[in-house]
C-alpha cells in the first residue's frame, strides 16, 4: 500500500506541476497536505530559523552552544526534534483533535534546498540528505527546514486547523497544497495572525487513478530514480542534512 501511495503521489505531483499557478503572494510558509482514508500527511517548509520560531521550537535541538547546526549530530533520527516542534501547534479536524506524529526533520542548505509542492517532494525533501558537512557549521539562518508528520485518522477529509502558538515572529504568509490520495485538491494562501490558525477546508475525494496506470507509470519513476524513503518512524541512512 505505501508503495502504491509513493507511485500515485509521483504522478499525480507531476500533473501538479503543470496545472497549479503559484501563490501571488510570496509565502514565508509552505504546507503540503496529503489525505488518505485512514491517515493524513502534513509537510511544511521554511528557512530554518523561522521554522524554528513559528512553532516555538527551543534552536538548541538543532544547534550548538554557538548556534551552529552539526549534520553529523542529526543523523540518528530526527523524529524527536519534529515532536517536539509540532508539541506546540495542536491540530484538529472538523474540530476533533488529532495527534501528529513526525516522520522526519531535515535541513538543506538554502543554495541546496529542494522544492516542495507534491507529496512526491515533500517525502524527498525530508528523506534525502543533500549536503556534506562543511568545515564551518552552518547557521539556522543558512538553512532551509523540512519536516514531515502524519496522524492515523478516521476520517482526513474534514477541516484541518493547525493552531501556531504565539512567538512573535509576527504576520505569516502560508501556502497551502492539499492533495488526497496524491492528486491536488486544493490550493490555498492564507495570512495567518501571529498566533493564529492555519485552517484548510474540506478536501472532496478525487476520481481514483486506475491501478493499471498507476503501475505503469510507477515502474518506470522506479527505474528512473533510486530514492530514499523515510519510513514511519524509522530514520534514513543518512539523516539530518
Given amino acids: 500500500m505505501q508503495i502504491v501511495r509513493m507511485i500515485t503521489g509521483f504522478l499525480a505531483g507531476s500533473w501538479a506541476l503543470m496545472a497549479a499557478a503559484a501563490p501571488a503572494v510570496a509565502a514565508d510558509l509552505d504546507v503540503v497536505i496529503d489525505r488518505y482514508d485512514d491517515s493524513i500527511e502534513v509537510y511544511f517548509t521554511t528557512r530554518a530559523d523561522r521554522l524554528v520560531q513559528t512553532f516555538a521550537l527551543d534552536p538548541r ?6 548556534g551552529r547546526v552539526h549534520f ?9 526534534i519534529g515532536d517536539a516542534l509540532i508539541s506546540e501547534a495542536p491540530s484538529s479536524i472538523d474540530g476533533t483533535s488529532i495527534t501528529m506524529e513526525a516522520m522526519s526533520l531535515m535541513v538543506h542548505p538554502l543554495d541546496e534546498a529542494l522544492p516542495m509542492t507534491t507529496p512526491f517532494e515533500a ?3 525530508v528523506g534525502v540528505c543533500t ?12 538553512l ?3 519536516v514531515g508528520f ?3 485518522v478516521d476520517d482526513s477529509h474534514g477541516a484541518l486547523t493547525i493552531d501556531l502558538p504565539q512567538t512573535g515572529v509576527g504576520v505569516t504568509e502560508v501556502s497551502i497544497r492539499d492533495f488526497v490520495g496524491g492528486e491536488p485538491a486544493g490550493e490555498y494562501a492564507l495570512t495567518v495572525s501571529d498566533g493564529g490558525a492555519i485552517v484548510v477546508p474540506a478536501a472532496a475525494q478525487p476520481p481514483v487513478v486506475g491501478l ?6 510507477g515502474f518506470g519513476a522506479l527505474a528512473a530514480s533510486a530514492m ?4 514511519r518512524r524509522q530514520p534514513p541512512e543518512a539523516l539530518g542534512t
Fill in 212 to 217: 493499471a496506470w498507476v503501475l505503469f507509470g
Fill in 123 to 125: 517525502m524527498t525533501a
Fill in 144 to 146: 532551509q527546514g523540512y
Fill in 150 to 152: 502524519i496522524a492515523y
Fill in 61 to 66: 535541538h538543532l544547534t550548538d552552544a554557538e
Fill in 228 to 231: 530514499i524513503w523515510v519510513r
Fill in 72 to 80: 553529523s549530530e542529526l543523523r540518528s533520527g530526527t523524529w524527536d
Fill in 131 to 142: 549536503a556534506e558537512d562543511p568545515l564551518t557549521p552552518p547557521a539556522l539562518a543558512d
